[in-house]
């Protein structure tokens, strides 16, 4: 069974660092690009960060370059989400999916994503 | 940035009824390769995101023959010829041509 487990979320000050995991499992990791995707209270999805299966191809939503790093590790078929300066705005619910294809640029659609982890950005 | 908006917001159904939900792009999603780069989901209460429909009309493996997708270019369609209860959710669209952009969700509940 194809499966990705979020971990890492918490209760975190403004300005401060949180860094988000995704265990993938089921599948062969390394085939494929990988994306961070947030729901916050009352707001749209947003499409927060893509990697490319082999960390060649990177990019960030607006909202978030210059803050959040994403990385991977495929001997470890994890996936991580570094947030710097964090902001009340980045409050949400993170989700990290699985892309189509091997390079984020080339994904279609986002298939499975993990069940979520919160977090909140207060003080 | 591609916009999407959905219609109607929220959505009572009947079961055994159809249902149908309309999502609008502010640009066209037709890549020259002939697909349309839109995609559809379902958020059952307390679940993640799960595919439905990729591609404007493909159904995702495991989805139910009673979930269709259609439309082109600007204006898409999702409907479900027979609604059940497990089907109550919020359904969003997202497009996936220019970097990935998702629609606000169309709430779908039994009357």
């Known amino acids: 069974e194809v499966q990705l487990v979020e971990s890492g979320g918490g209760l975190v000050q403004p300005g401060r660092s949180l860094t988000l995991s995704c265990a993938a499992s089921g599948f062969t990791f390394n085939d494929y690009a990988m994306h961070w995707v947030r729901q916050a209270p009352g707001k749209d999805l947003e499409w927060v960060s893509g990697i490319s299966w082999n960390s060649g191809n990177i990019g960030y939503a607006d909202s978030v370059k210059g803050r959040f790093t994403i990385s991977r590790d495929n ?30 640029l080339g994904d279609n659609w986002f298939d499975p994503w993990g069940q979520g982890t919160l977090v909140t950005v207060s003080s | 940035d591609i916009v999407m908006t959905q219609s109607p917001l929220s959505l009572p159904v009947t079961p055994g009824e159809p249902a149908s939900i309309s999502c609008r792009s502010s640009q066209s999603l037709l890549h ?29 493996s495991g989805v139910p023959d009673r979930f269709s997708g259609s439309g082109s270019g600007t204006d898409f369609t999702l409907k479900i010829s027979r609604v059940e209860a497990e089907d109550v959710g919020v359904y969003f669209c997202m497009q996936a041509l220019q970097s990935f952009t998702f629609g606000p969700g169309t709430k779908v509940e039994i009357k």
Do not use: H, V
């Open chain 1, 75 to 104: 001997a470890g078929n994890s996936l991580f989400l570094q947030m710097n300066s964090l902001k009340t705005e980045d409050t949400a619910f993170y989700y990290c999916a699985r892309g189509d294809a091997g390079s984020y």
């Open chain 2, 32 to 60: 020259n390769n002939g697909y349309n780069y839109l995609n559809w989901y379902l958020q059952k209460p307390g679940q993640s995101p799960q595919l439905l429909i990729y591609l404007g009309f493909t159904r995702a």
